[in-house]
């Protein structure tokens, strides 16, 4: 397992200070766990965490003041933009199981949308408790047999080798919708073909007899 090297980080920066650091792709941090008293702030390399959660996953080793610590990347804070503004790091104990949230990956065609349904995802992500070396990338939904008006939920999952749910089993993950019926439109009265609806002409009053010479 590779690890990522972080800097010890000052507290009592300035705001416009901290954008410079992340200008630099030096990107704050903290690091916490229940062994620890408090948080510990530190920067990391943005391009060098990247890396790091594409070849080990968001459970990696983090050097932290001289000792390497086991970790897991729990939360990435990004900007509207989608550039990094914080990343929040779980202390891990080795050995020790823990609770992760874990994606939710949908794979198959289900009987309901073959049969015109829609499939929508009512949650990501759940929650699950085992070792760190066990936790995956994702878990994977096989959602084939759901049909329209169907729903599968977590307990419906299979879960790897080594793993247990860790919230409830009614937790719903995704739903097959009836298609949307489209509204009936208003019946138009047309004229027969060839032919033309002509408005009716209102007759004009008739005229008064003219008033006789004397």
């Known amino acids: 397992m590779g690890s990522l090297s972080s800097e010890n980080r ?21 690091v916490f766990g229940k062994n620890r008293d408090q948080s510990w702030p530190i920067f990391v390399n943005w391009v060098a965490f990247q890396k790091c ?3 080990e996953g968001k459970v990696f080793q983090l050097e932290v ?4 610590e086991l970790v897991n990347a729990k939360v990435v804070d990004l900007t509207p933009m989608g550039k990094p503004e914080h990343i929040s ?11 992760f949230k874990v994606p939710v990956n949908l794979v198959g065609e289900s009987v309901g949308e073959k049969a015109g349904g829609v499939i929508q ?4 992500q759940i929650s699950v408790k085992g070792m760190p070396k066990n936790i995956p990338e994702n878990i994977e939904l096989d959602i084939s047999s759901l049909e329209i008006g169907q729903n599968l ?6 879960l790897p080798t080594g793993l247990e749910l860790a919230q409830e ?15 009936a439109e208003e019946e138009v009265a047309l004229a027969p073909e060839g ?7 209102a007759e004009a009053p008739a005229e008064a007899p003219a008033e006789e010479k004397k």
């Open 195 to 201: 032919e033309a609806l002509e408005a009716p002409v």
């Open 10 to 30: 000052e507290l009592g920066f300035s705001k416009g200070q901290m954008n410079k650091f992340r200008k630099q792709g030096r990107i704050p941090a903290v």
């Open 153 to 158: 939920t977590a307990g419906d999952l299979k």
């Open 121 to 124: 995802a009512v949650e990501s």
């Open 169 to 183: 089993t009614d937790l719903n993950l995704v739903v097959c919708q009836a298609p949307k019926q489209e509204e």
């Open 53 to 55: 959660l594409s070849s």
């Open 89 to 99: 790091f779980h202390q891990l104990v080795r050995g020790e199981a823990s609770v």
């Open 65 to 68: 003041n001289g000792k390497v």
